[in-house]
């Protein structure tokens, strides 16, 4: 992709500053980071920033990495407070260069108050932080741009930049906007005239309060085309966000990569689950230990249906959803807390899905699979008072707690329902 440079995330440095600084030599990426030292030694273990030319300007490219959320994989060097290091860097990037771009890693927030702090950074690309695409804002002077987690878009951003080094309102935007929205108001209007006659429009309030805001649209428009004449041509920008969608052909090699990867992770994830119930076995001997904390407890699990409900219970297990931990098995991802939360029983509380990884890795073999209560609910009071408290039946967004549109875009609740739908007693 003709990359120029790359920030590193704390998450980079999972495998250690060395192993990052082999990788980026073999493939040939510039990584920077100002604030990555060793424990012993006065310079840092990256190259701090890039002055390069683009476009026949100069523009500084700043790395700035984020500190730990997991503090015990910070081992072997420091992450520096930004505070200690960036005005000087900016100070003798500054005057050499057009732009300033910072590639941050750091959470937003102080991201912004970096952008609050100095004038002269331009653009901040913001990694690691957060799940969505985010349009640019722009804080005293400086952009600060996201594109969603995990490389599923491609951020593309325009720009226009020139002598003023100011951003100004993205003035043509906004002029194309309001101009469909007058074509828009137009079209309606002449819709209106064809079918009614003029007498009767005069009265028609829906006509009314069309012509009222066609006029004020039309003012709008005037008074950003003045804008756009008055103004010192401020720098300009687009942007835009590309998905890279799943169905391009997948790289045989990559997949191989990533395959590996998440098996390895699953098998973490397994050792882990396996020592969590060693030591809870441990415990239990000295404590009548609950294992499960609040949402488990209120769960049965679908074999305690099977005796009063034979009908449905052998419906179901004729569905995928008695299959969808099978399913995890078969890939090895039994144990990624990615996965989990849609692939075993769990209700959804507060209308959300549990995303605990501590909880949806130890989960108990009865609640493995898509099982009655993902659909039903928490079912287990109704085992002692099956007359009088009754579980819910389920509803669009049950279903939708799961079948959301990145797992499942076609999902139509009224067609798939059929599919599933228990047969009565
Ligand atoms: C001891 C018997 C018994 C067991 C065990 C039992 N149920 Fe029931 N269930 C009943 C009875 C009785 C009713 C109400 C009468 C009817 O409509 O069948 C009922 C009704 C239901 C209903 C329908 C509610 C409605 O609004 O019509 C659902 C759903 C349900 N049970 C789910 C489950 C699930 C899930 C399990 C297992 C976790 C389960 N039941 C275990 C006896 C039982
Ligand atoms: C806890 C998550 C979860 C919930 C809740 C859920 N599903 Fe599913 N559903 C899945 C998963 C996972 C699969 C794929 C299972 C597999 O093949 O491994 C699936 C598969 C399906 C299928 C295709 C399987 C078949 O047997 O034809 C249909 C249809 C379906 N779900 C409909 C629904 C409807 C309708 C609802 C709501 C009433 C619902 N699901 C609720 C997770 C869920
Ligand atoms: C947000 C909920 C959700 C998450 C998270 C999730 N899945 Fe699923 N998965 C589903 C649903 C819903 C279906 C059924 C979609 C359909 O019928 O088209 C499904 C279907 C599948 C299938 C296809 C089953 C088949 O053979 O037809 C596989 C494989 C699968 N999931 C694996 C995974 C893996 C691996 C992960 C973790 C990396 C994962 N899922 C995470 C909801 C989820
Ligand atoms: C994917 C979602 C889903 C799962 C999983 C599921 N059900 Fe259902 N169940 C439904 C739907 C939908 C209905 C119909 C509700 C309605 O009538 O509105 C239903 C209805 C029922 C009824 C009431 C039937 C009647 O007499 O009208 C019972 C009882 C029931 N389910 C029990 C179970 C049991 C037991 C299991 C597990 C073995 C189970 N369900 C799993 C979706 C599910």
């Given at each position: 992709?003709?990359?120029?440079?790359?920030?590193?995330?704390?998450?980079?440095?999972?495998?250690?500053?060395?192993?990052?600084?082999?990788?980026?030599?073999?493939?040939?990426?510039?990584?920077?980071?100002?604030?990555?030292?060793?424990?012993?030694?006065?310079?840092?273990?990256?190259?701090?920033?890039?002055?390069?030319?683009?476009?026949?300007?100069?523009?500084?490219?700043?790395?700035?990495?984020?500190?730990?959320?997991?503090?015990?994989?910070?081992?072997?060097?420091?992450?520096?407070?930004?505070?200690?290091?960036?005005?000087?860097?900016?100070?003798?990037?500054?005057?050499?260069?057009?732009?300033?771009?910072?590639?941050?890693?750091?959470?937003?927030?102080?991201?912004?108050?970096?952008?609050?702090?100095?004038?002269?950074?331009?653009?901040?690309?913001?990694?690691?932080?957060?799940?969505?695409?985010?349009?640019?804002?722009?804080?005293?002077?400086?952009?600060?741009?996201?594109?969603?987690?995990?490389?599923?878009?491609?951020?593309?951003?325009?720009?226009?930049?020139?002598?003023?080094?100011?951003?100004?309102?993205?003035?043509?935007?906004?002029?194309?906007?309001?101009?469909?929205?007058?074509?828009?108001?137009?079209?309606?209007?002449?819709?209106?005239?064809?079918?009614?006659?003029?007498?009767?429009?005069?009265?028609?309030?829906?006509?009314?309060?069309?012509?009222?805001?066609?006029?004020?649209?039309?003012?709008?428009?005037?008074?950003?085309?003045?804008?756009?004449?008055?103004?010192?041509?401020?720098?300009?920008?687009?942007?835009?966000?590309?998905?890279?969608?799943?169905?391009?052909?997948?790289?045989?090699?990559?997949?191989?990569?990533?395959?590996?990867?998440?098996?390895?992770?699953?098998?973490?994830?397994?050792?882990?689950?396996?020592?969590?119930?060693?030591?809870?076995?441990?415990?239990?001997?000295?404590?009548?230990?609950?294992?499960?904390?609040?949402?488990?407890?209120?769960?049965?699990?679908?074999?305690?249906?099977?005796?009063?409900?034979?009908?449905?219970?052998?419906?179901?297990?004729?569905?995928?959803?008695?299959?969808?931990?099978?399913?995890?098995?078969?890939?090895?991802?039994?144990?990624?807390?990615?996965?989990?939360?849609?692939?075993?029983?769990?209700?959804?509380?507060?209308?959300?899905?549990?995303?605990?990884?501590?909880?949806?890795?130890?989960?108990?073999?009865?609640?493995?699979?898509?099982?009655c209560e993902a659909c039903h609910g928490p079912a287990r009071n109704h085992l002692h008072d099956?007359?009088?408290?009754?579980?819910?039946?389920?509803?669009?967004?049950?279903?939708?707690?799961?079948?959301?549109?990145?797992?499942?875009?076609?999902?139509?609740?009224?067609?798939?329902?059929?599919?599933?739908?228990?047969?009565?007693?």
């Amino acid at each position: 992709m003709h990359t120029r440079a790359v920030g590193i995330s704390p998450y980079d440095l999972a495998g250690g500053p060395d192993l990052l600084r082999r990788l980026s030599q073999k493939n040939n990426l510039t990584l920077l980071s100002m604030n990555l030292y060793p424990e012993h030694g006065a310079a840092p273990l990256f190259r701090p920033y890039l002055l390069t030319r683009i476009g026949g300007m100069n523009v500084a490219i700043l790395g700035l990495t984020g500190s730990f959320i997991n503090k015990q994989m910070n081992k072997g060097f420091h992450i520096l407070p930004w505070q200690e290091i960036l005005p000087d860097i900016l100070g003798t990037v500054e005057k050499k260069a057009d732009m300033v771009i910072l590639l941050s890693s750091a959470a937003r927030r102080t991201n912004e108050e970096i952008a609050r702090k100095f004038k002269n950074i331009n653009i901040i690309f913001q990694s690691g932080q957060g799940n969505g695409n985010q349009a640019p804002v722009n804080i005293n002077n400086t952009l600060i741009c996201r594109t969603a987690s995990r490389g599923k878009y491609l951020g593309v951003l325009h720009i226009n930049w020139n002598r003023s080094k100011t951003w100004g309102e993205n003035i043509p935007d906004q002029l194309k906007k309001e101009q469909n929205r007058l074509d828009r108001i137009n079209w309606q209007i002449g819709r209106m005239q064809k079918r009614h006659p003029a007498s009767k429009l005069e009265s028609n309030s829906q006509f009314q309060r069309l012509i009222k805001e066609k006029n004020k649209v039309e003012q709008g428009l005037n008074q950003l085309r003045q804008q756009q004449t008055n103004s010192k041509k401020p720098c300009r920008y687009t942007n835009s966000f590309i998905a890279m969608k799943t169905s391009l052909p997948e790289d045989k090699t990559i997949k191989a990569i990533v395959d590996k990867t998440r098996r390895e992770v699953n098998q973490i994830n397994r050792k882990m689950q396996r020592e969590r119930k060693k030591r809870r076995e441990t415990q239990r001997q000295t404590t009548t230990g609950q294992v499960f904390s609040v949402p488990l407890q209120e769960m049965a699990g679908s074999q305690t249906c099977q005796e009063c409900h034979q009908a449905q219970v052998a419906f179901y297990l004729q569905t995928d959803h008695a299959r969808a931990w099978q399913t995890l098995v078969a890939r090895d991802q039994q144990y990624n807390p990615e996965c989990l939360p849609c692939h075993v029983t769990l209700p959804l509380y507060n209308g959300k899905r549990i995303h605990d990884a501590r909880l949806l890795t130890s989960i108990p073999p009865q609640l493995h699979n898509v099982g009655c209560e993902a659909c039903h609910g928490p079912a287990r009071n109704h085992l002692h008072d099956p007359d009088i408290i009754q579980p819910d039946k389920p509803v669009e967004i049950t279903c939708r707690g799961c079948h959301t549109k990145e797992r499942d875009k076609n999902f139509i609740f009224s067609e798939k329902i059929l599919k599933i739908r228990c047969p009565a007693g």
